[in-house]
């Protein structure tokens, strides 16, 4: 008996000393990591830490972190930013399975006390039309005569700080192929955001390299947003800044929403303009989106439908605190939202130079390609042929087409500027169509 116990006791030992010196090992790694990154950032920001922590129940974090961009006047500085596992063990496998091609099955990373200075570059960064949206700064509409927030603005509704925490995680069950994200975010005194999201994965295990190729199928969304306390500092503020009283504030401040998002291609019924009036203005503080389609979907297939169809596919519900939005109307110019979210670069002009002509010089013929109209009951005999299509709701898309499935779904590969998607549209929205010849 004596015998086993030491034996017992000499395999816990050696266990724990393994698992130390694996600890000690990942640490080392993580702090060794960390130093590259802040030699490999000089160029661009200063950044420093405090020190590299790990936790037995499964995490290992950098703390102290700061970081002080070159082109901003600001600094960033973070509490502890937390990479984190179920368990201890997981956490040290992490390396191993990664680089044997095995997807983790659970991860997190989480920001804790991440702190903004509110007069800072990060807040207060010049407009420019580059960077400048017409959906931007919509918060600041009827807030007498302002035309976005700042940290002046912040400070006045009583603010002192933008201090927040953020985690990003994800859990992946292979066996009912389902991948969960969540992401929570909490800003004290501010506003607090739950966002999940579940999606479908292939039948073949994920891994690493095939991550960000597979095509991802919805299976639910749930997005929740409770109001900590903003709300009523920016209703009173803005009210004064009016000269009304915060009701009549509130009244105005929607119809310039509407009127705003009408400009831009988008027309909200009155349910959703007076759900968001009574999230503003209300103790019931807190909206919630759900998204539950009938079956997984593929949100790429949604370009060719209409926003009724659109919100049906989705199942989609809205809810101000307990009470269900049940008028969820909306309307939306696809072609009019293309143009102001990818617009075109203007022109660059032709500088025409003359040059000798020289008699020896061969002569060269070339041939300018042009769209021709094509039937749309053909497109299915073009596969690979490169066509522009427009839909019933005025949306066109240029690209190669590809085979179109029984269901009457054609895809079309669209090139971009960061790649290149695959959309599916359906052939009875396809109004016109014409092919590069």
């Known amino acids: 008996m004596r015998k086993l116990m030491i034996a017992a006791a000499t395999l816990l030992v050696v266990v724990l000393l393994a698992v130390a010196g694996a600890a000690g090992y990942l640490w080392y790694q993580t702090r060794q990591q960390a130093d590259y990154l802040v030699q490999l950032a000089k160029p661009f920001a200063e950044i420093s830490y405090a020190g590299v922590s790990l936790a037995p129940q499964g995490s290992i974090g950098i703390d102290g972190l700061r970081i002080m961009p070159h082109a901003l006047n600001d600094t960033l500085s973070i509490g502890s930013l937390r990479l984190s596992a179920p368990n201890l063990i997981d956490l040290l496998l992490l390396d191993w399975r990664l680089r044997h091609g095995q997807f983790p099955e659970a991860m997190a990373l989480a920001a804790e006390q991440i702190d903004l200075p509110l007069d800072g570059g ?8 580059e960077t400048d949206s017409p959906f931007d700064h919509l918060d600041a509409l ?40 969540q992401v929570d975010s909490y800003t004290g005194d501010w506003t607090t955001v739950n966002l999940d999201i579940g999606i479908t994965t292939p039948a073949e295990p994920l891994n690493p390299a095939t991550l960000l190729s597979f095509q991802p199928r919805l299976t639910h969304l749930r997005l929740v947003l409770r109001d900590a306390g903003f709300n009523a500092r920016r209703n009173t503020y803005c009210a004064a800044k009016a ?15 509407a009127e705003r998002l009408r400009t831009l291609g988008i027309d909200p019924g009155p349910g959703l303009l007076d759900a968001y009036r009574r999230f503003l203005g209300t103790s019931e503080g807190e909206l919630t989106v759900l998204a539950r389609p009938p079956a997984p979907l593929d949100v790429t297939d949604l370009a060719g439908y209409t926003p009724e169809d659109v919100l ?14 049940s008028d969820l109307s909306l309307k939306w110019d ?14 660059v002009p032709k500088v025409e130079t003359e040059s000798p002509l020289s008699p020896l010089a061969p002569s060269t013929i070339t041939v300018q390609r042009e769209f021709h109209p094509l039937p749309v009951a053909e497109l299915a005999r073009h596969s690979g042929r490169i066509v522009r299509l427009q839909t019933s709701n005025g949306t066109r898309y240029t690209g190669q087409i590809g085979a179109i499935n029984s269901e009457g779904m054609l895809q079309i590969t669209v090139r971009k500027s960061g790649g290149s998607a695959t959309l599916s549209l359906r052939l009875s929205d396809i109004n016109r169509a014409e092919i590069l010849e």
């Open 122 to 129: 990060f807040l207060n960064a010049p407009v420019t039309p």
């Open 142 to 181: 009827g807030c007498g005569s302002l035309t976005r927030f700042g940290g002046t603005e912040w400070r006045s509704m009583g603010y002192s700080q933008l201090l927040s925490d953020l985690r990003i995680g994800y859990r992946y069950a292979p066996r009912d192929h389902r991948l969960e994200l």
């Open 243 to 257: 000269g009304k009283s915060v009701e009549a504030y509130l009244d105005d401040h929607v119809r310039r929403l």
């Open 312 to 325: 049906k596919l989705l199942g989609l519900s809205v809810a101000v605190g307990s009470t269900p939005v």
């Open 334 to 347: 696809a072609a009019r939202l293309a143009r102001l979210l990818n617009p075109e670069p203007p022109p």
